[in-house]
């Protein structure tokens, strides 16, 4: 736990390459449209991820079981920890292709960011909003510090609906941005922030160290749009079928755990830094039965619970049609096609 909740707080952005000694074996996928005499040639594409958080393991599974490797994909899959850090990547042209929240993905298009959102992986919150074993009741929050994982990512979301729904002013408390989920279950553990956030498997160490539940969004299945898969319109438009077959193996690489929860957790496991056998199962379990979906359409509906949501925080979100902003294509071409049952 104390390898996974380390504070990294740093000023520049924190890129570690995926992969490692133990992959697991690559499965034989043909990509759309091709056969043995037809194959395309091999694709670089500079991908990341935007947190160490099950949400981001479709892309992390993939490189793992060799996925993107049977579609002809050669990524450079690298963390680049928040959502903030993640899209200024992309935006800079560091990376083809992110995984990170809605919210940013939102904040940026408004921002004059020329990006769409071509899937969603969690079209659900996986939050429950956390306090300390003291807590007895809303008024405790009060004057209080609480923790996010970045300002105006899904964890802020998380964090004034919970207020909203116990009936806490945000203007009562103090919100602290803390960089990365496993660092901020740390800060809530040592003391740095009274409360805050949690999902699975932070959550669980949570409630082993006292914190308890008081708002669970998870449970009431509030949408949400806490990963995305984001890329440029510029590079949408030149590399179509790279971004297809990048889409396809993602959904692969769910498909294929969804039927192997060895595999789903032997490669959480790795990504999460977890060993403990029993929180890794829970996890899967999780977000296998009530998160991920088979396929991943950027659901108008959660961005646009998420566009009201975010609009506290960034009031230029208001008069956003979220419409302009997503490319359902990709995902309805994979499931025209039944990636997810190949």
């Given amino acids: 736990m104390g390898a996974r909740l380390s504070l990294l707080l740093a000023a520049s952005v924190i890129v ?13 996928i043909a990509p759309p449209g091709t056969s043995a005499q037809t194959n395309p040639p091999v694709a670089k594409v500079r991908a990341s991820y935007g947190n160490i958080t099950p949400t981001n393991l479709p892309a992390y599974l993939a490189q793992e079981a060799g996925i993107f490797k049977a579609n002809f994909l050669d990524v450079d899959l690298q963390l680049i920890e928040g959502g903030a850090k993640s899209m200024a990547a ?3 042209n560091q990376v083809d292709i992110a995984g990170l929240g809605g919210t940013e993905a939102m ?47 899904s964890a802020e979301v998380a964090v004034l609906d919970s207020l909203k729904r116990l009936g806490v002013d945000p203007k009562e408390v103090s919100i ?17 922030v009274y409360a805050g956030p949690g999902h ?18 998870a449970k009431e299945k509030v949408p ?46 790795k990504m999460l830094d977890l060993t ?22 950027p659901d108008l509906a959660a961005f646009e619970a998420s566009r009201k949501a975010l609009i506290p925080t960034n009031p230029k979100v208001a ?7 997503i490319d359902d294509s990709f995902v309805a071409d994979a499931e025209k096609r039944g990636v997810a049952g190949k």
């Fill in 276 to 297: 403990d056998d029993r929180t890794a199962s829970e996890t899967y379990d999780f977000y296998f039965g009530g998160i991920f979906p088979t396929y991943p359409h």
């Fill in 224 to 269: 949400a749009t806490d990963n995305a898969l984001v890329t440029s319109r510029t590079y949408l438009n030149a590399n179509r079928a790279v971004i297809q077959r990048y889409v396809d193996s993602l959904i692969q690489a769910l498909a294929r755990a969804r039927k192997d929860k060895a595999l789903g957790v032997q490669v959480m496991k």
């Fill in 176 to 192: 602290q941005a803390i960089g990365s989920v496993p660092n901020l279950a740390q800060a809530m553990l040592t003391g740095a």
């Fill in 319 to 325: 008069d956003l049609d979220p419409r302009k902003l």
């Fill in 200 to 217: 699975p498997p932070e959550s669980s160490i949570l409630s082993k160290a006292g914190f308890k539940v008081v708002v669970d969004l």
């Fill in 90 to 92: 992309l935006l800079g």
């Fill in 16 to 28: 570690t390459a995926c992969g490692g000694r133990n992959a697991v074996a690559s499965p034989t």
């Fill in 107 to 153: 904040s940026a298009y408004v921002g004059g960011g020329d990006i769409v959102a071509l899937a969603l992986f969690a079209p659900v919150s996986t939050w429950v909003f956390m306090v300390p074993s003291s807590y007895t009741g809303p008024k405790d929050l009060v004057g209080k510090s609480l923790g996010v994982v970045t300002r105006g990512g």
